[in-house]
């Protein structure tokens, strides 16, 4: 499911406002990254044409029935949704701007990993988000969740993906940090079938909650409302960057 459709089916009609839109990366190559396929910079141009989106993440806020939220959604289509500078930087102010307004944080992750095209620099961004998540959710005491769909991996399960005050995941869903095939190319051994997957994952208390798409909204809701978080209606001003 791409982000657009995430965002409509978890968000009330008409109430996604989205922030931060002309945070883009810069036409450079920051490691001179070479491989068979196009360069890096022509590669994001085109997944901006063909997702219309300028990066792999929209973040912005809206009403969950009719409770306010900042949500984020990660998009696979954008270079299997990896986490660059720009994804970084928009998931720490996605998290400052709730931090500013007590608003609650629902990122939904679909991801390959830290973005291999950006080196370290897409690493650092592991560092930067876990230490607005730090202010957000320890000093602030505000509630975080997290949806883990499939795939969840690398850069982005040892960061966000797993620091939720609650963390579900999506049935069946591929859920990892390393890769099968880097796993058993190290090890020489075998990964055992479905180890990587949701059902096996939860028996091991890596999530909390397994919801199916169809019955995420309410979830969230009953989740929100538990933690205090009340349904507010009428008017809800745009968005400040």
């Not at 002309?22 to 068979?36: K, M, Q, R, T």
Request: proline share 6%.
């Amino acid at each position: 499911m791409g982000s657009s459709d995430r965002i409509q089916l978890l968000l009330d009609p008409d109430t996604w406002e989205p922030i931060y839109e002309d945070l883009v990366a810069i036409d450079i190559d920051p490691i001179e990254f070479h491989s068979e396929d196009d360069p890096y910079i022509d590669r994001i141009h085109l997944c901006q044409e063909q997702t219309n989106l300028t990066e792999a993440i929209q973040i912005g806020i809206g009403r969950l029935n009719n409770i306010p939220i900042a949500i984020g959604v990660m998009e696979y289509e954008f270079i299997a949704g990896s986490m660059g500078s720009v994804v970084g930087e928009k998931i720490t102010r996605l998290i400052e701007y709730a931090t500013n307004r007590s608003l609650p944080v629902i990122i939904v992750c679909a991801s390959g990993g830290a973005r291999m095209q950006e080196g370290s620099l897409s690493l650092l961004q592991m560092a930067k988000i876990s230490s607005a998540s730090y202010e957000y959710q320890l000093n602030k005491k505000l509630f975080y969740i997290s949806i883990l769909t499939s795939p969840t991996t690398g850069g982005v399960t040892a960061s966000f993906g797993m620091l939720g005050d609650i963390i579900i995941a999506e049935p069946n869903a591929y859920i990892a940090f390393a890769g099968k095939r880097v796993i058993e190319e190290t090890l020489k051994k075998p990964v055992p079938e479905g180890v990587q997957e949701t059902e096996y994952l939860f028996i091991k208390g890596s999530f909390d909650l397994i919801v199916p798409r169809q019955l995420l909204k309410g979830v969230l809701s009953e989740l929100l409302r538990l933690h205090g978080y009340i349904p507010i209606h009428g008017y809800l001003p745009p968005p400040l960057n």
